[in-house]
């Protein structure tokens, strides 16, 4: 199993700035998924980050709001850009499991979530 | 995304089996059955998945119906630690797992 670990662990921000969040994995790993999850609610799918290439953003969330890097194969970031209380959430980062060198519909590891809190 | 439909939530009584349903009758061929469980405070923890033959592990066994539109996670022995919302997914090609609300399980001592 990968082993994911993010900073921060929580933070509190106030309205109109910028939070990046670390996510660092033990392993080389090809894609990266950034989810986010508002109180009381389920996960959502904020975008895939593959090594190499521009963020795949899913319907909802734009770049300019949630820019994401993808320097090498262990390491993301995601950053919330110009904050509003509606941005409290957790953000979990996640990567599928390698299975031989099959990147295949293989089980995916969270990370335990960074918990931002929006003033 | 095809979706998955779940009830909101289940109760069940400890070291008892616990039958989590979950309804997926617009799945396509190539879509792989997906459980994860959300502990609180946690990240998802992957459970099992399964295409179309049951499958066993040490956390749970997964009945997948023949016409593939329902699966049946099995927790065998349940215990206060399974208290969790178990989600069922369906997972494609692209690796996305598409969330739905999930079914919050409650385990009585």
């Known amino acids: 199993s990968a082993v994911i670990s993010q900073k921060p662990s929580r933070d509190i921000c106030q309205r109109g700035t910028s939070l990046t969040i670390q996510c660092q994995v033990d392993?080389?790993?090809?894609?990266m998924f950034w989810y986010r999850q508002q109180p009381g609610q389920s996960l959502t799918l904020i975008a895939t980050a593959n090594q190499g290439s521009e963020a795949t953003y899913e319907s909802g969330f734009v770049i300019d709001k949630f820019p994401i890097s993808r320097p090498n194969l262990t390491f993301s970031t995601l950053t919330v850009s110009n904050m509003s209380p509606e941005d409290s959430s957790i953000y979990l980062c996640s990567v599928p499991r390698l299975a031989g060198d099959v990147w295949g519909y293989n089980e995916q590891f969270f990370g335990p979530g960074t918990r931002l809190t929006v003033l | 995304d095809a979706k998955t439909t779940q009830p909101n939530s289940m109760e069940s009584n400890e070291e008892e089996p616990v039958h989590l349903p979950c309804n997926h009758s617009?799945?396509?061929?190539?879509?792989?059955i997906h459980w994860y469980r959300q502990l609180p405070s946690q990240g998802p923890e992957y459970v099992i998945h399964g295409l179309t033959s049951n499958v066993n592990n040490r956390m749970a066994s997964l009945a997948i119906a023949e016409d593939r539109k329902s699966s049946t996670l099995i927790l065998h022995r349940a215990t206060l630690r399974d208290a969790a919302v178990y989600y069922c997914i369906l997972m494609d090609g692209a690796q996305k797992l598409v969330f739905g609300q999930g079914t919050r399980l409650t385990i009585n001592p």
């Open positions: 617009t799945i396509s061929g190539t879509d792989y």
């Open positions: 392993s080389q790993v090809t894609m």
